[in-house]
Each structure stands twice: as C-alpha cells, then as structure tokens.
C-alpha cells in the first residue's frame, strides 16, 4: 500500500524501520563531525535553504512532532494528530539553540518513541490517528515513513559541507 504521506511504497517492514530509526541519529552526528558549533551555527543558509545546523533542529523539532503523535495515537481514541510547517518552524526557531543538546534531545526522544513503538507490540502498531492533511494515519504509516528521513537530511548535510559557498 502506498504511503499516505509520500505516495511511495516503503518496502521495509516495521522493525527493519525501528532499526533504521535507532541507527539514525548517529549517521547525523556523523555528517556533522568536525565542524564546531559556532561554524555549523553562524552559517548563513542559502536562499530558501537551511544550514547543516539547521537542518539537525529540523530532525529534533519532527521528532517533538512525532513525539506527540506516538503518544496521542496509543493513549487516545482516533485522535487528531499535530502538523507543522517545517520551513516556518526552521525560519523561526533556528535562534538560540544549543548544537549538542538538539542533538542528545534528537536522540533521546527517538529511543523513547522507538520504545513506545516496540512496547505497544503489532496491535499498537494497528492504531491510527488523523492528519489534518494526509487522513488516517497508523503508528506504523508514520514510522516506516520516518525511516529514510535521517539518511536523507545527513546526505545532504554531507553535500553542504563538501560544497562550500563561495
Ligand atoms: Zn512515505
């Protein structure tokens, strides 16, 4: 079944996407290796781009959102599930935060999402909530989905930082 986020078909099952999950932080810090903080932070971001800094609060602010989602789809009946708009949150929340705590937070809540996902077993994985753009989405919709989400922002941090701005 094709996904209701992407439209694609994600091939993996819902554990072979826990364990991408868990491994996904760590391909980030990877990316991010070798840069300081202040370098990775006073980046300016091309027009209409983020900054490789940028881009790891845009991991740690969707895993907020995911945070909330895993928990309202196991605690609550049907519930109605958060969105955001990822641009405006990056334009807006990019100021003051610290590289190495968005990082550790990245990774925390992503073990304890992973957790509560294992913990609620395949029933759980069955429960659903409802997007406000994308409809009925179930816990395992959302994480498979989720799966490819780190590999892909630390490939393109990667790509930034191998091409400088001029
Ligand atoms: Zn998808």
């Known amino acids: 079944m ?3 986020f992407c439209k694609k078909e994600h091939p993996e099952t819902l554990e072979q996407a826990l364990e991408a999950l868990e491994r996904g932080p ?3 810090r990877e990316a991010l290796a070798g840069a300081s903080q202040g370098e990775l ?3 300016e971001p ?3 781009g983020w900054t490789p800094a940028q881009v790891a609060i ?3 602010d969707t895993e907020v959102i995911q945070s909330v989602r895993v928990r309202k789809i196991l605690a609550e009946e049907d519930p109605l599930l958060p969105a955001f708009d ?3 949150w990056t334009a807006a929340l990019s100021r003051g935060r610290d590289l190495s705590d968005v990082l550790r937070t990245f990774e925390l809540l992503r073990k ?3 957790d509560l996902v294992r913990g609620a077993g395949p029933a759980g994985a069955d429960r659903a909530g ?3 753009e994308y409809g009925r989405l179930t816990l395992r919709e959302l994480f498979v989905h989720l799966s490819t989400h780190d590999a892909k922002h630390a490939q393109q941090i990667r790509r930034m930082r191998a091409a400088p701005r001029s």
């Open 2 to 4: 094709a996904c209701p």
């Open 26 to 28: 760590h391909l980030v």
């Open 41 to 43: 932070m006073a980046a």
């Open 46 to 48: 091309k027009p209409g």
């Open 58 to 60: 845009h991991l740690m």
């Open 86 to 88: 990822q641009n405006a």
């Open 112 to 114: 304890q999402n992973v």
């Open 130 to 132: 409802r997007h406000p």
